[in-house]
């Protein structure tokens, strides 16, 4: 794991934290360090925080998916703001912590960021289902995904999704035409229902929606108010 954050206590008190957790852990003080090192040892999931001297984190976000970089990133960002919140993921992270924070929470996204990395199956196909399975490929509601590739196409037009956003856009593909409430689609998402306050959810549907709307073109993603979301076509 490779931890950027300035603040020296900060840095000091997540490094322990997260080696007694078990992680193997390279700590730097800003975002030139960072850089250096994730090119120099590539690592498995990169703990970023947002306001660095220098370059910052959400330019060593923006670098690092410019690469072709798919490493998990979990940001840390002392911004409130949904606005700030949306310049991170838009910047290619795919997840935010906001100080003050509980470590333990560090700890579950950082889980569910390294679950991740080799998704399972996450329904089982059903005869109704819309979604077509196969060992590399799935399709629903007009979608078709490359799993293996972590490609997507809606009507022949590919989409460029952030790593959340493919995996959200995957368990809606697999559960087409059935309504997923929230507390599920955190649990497969992110492996932590962080409760009815969060924003997490809603920012990401919203980002998903507009890459995979077009104009003239049906919504797919539809709220079903006080329950979830479900994918299908109208």
Known sequence: MLLAEDDRAIRHALERALTLEGYAV?????????????HRTPPDVLLLDVMMPGIDGLQVCRVLRAEGDRTPILMLTALVETADRIAGLDAGADDYVVKPFDVEEVFARLRALLRRTSPAPLAEPGPARDAQLSDRQIEGAGIRMDLQARRAWRAGRELELTRTEFELLELLVRNAGIVLDHATIYDRIWGYDFGPGSKNLAVYVGYLRRKLDAPGAPQLIHTVRGVGYVLREE
């Open 26 to 38: 390279t700590a730097v003080a800003d975002g030139v360090e960072a850089l250096a090192q994730a």
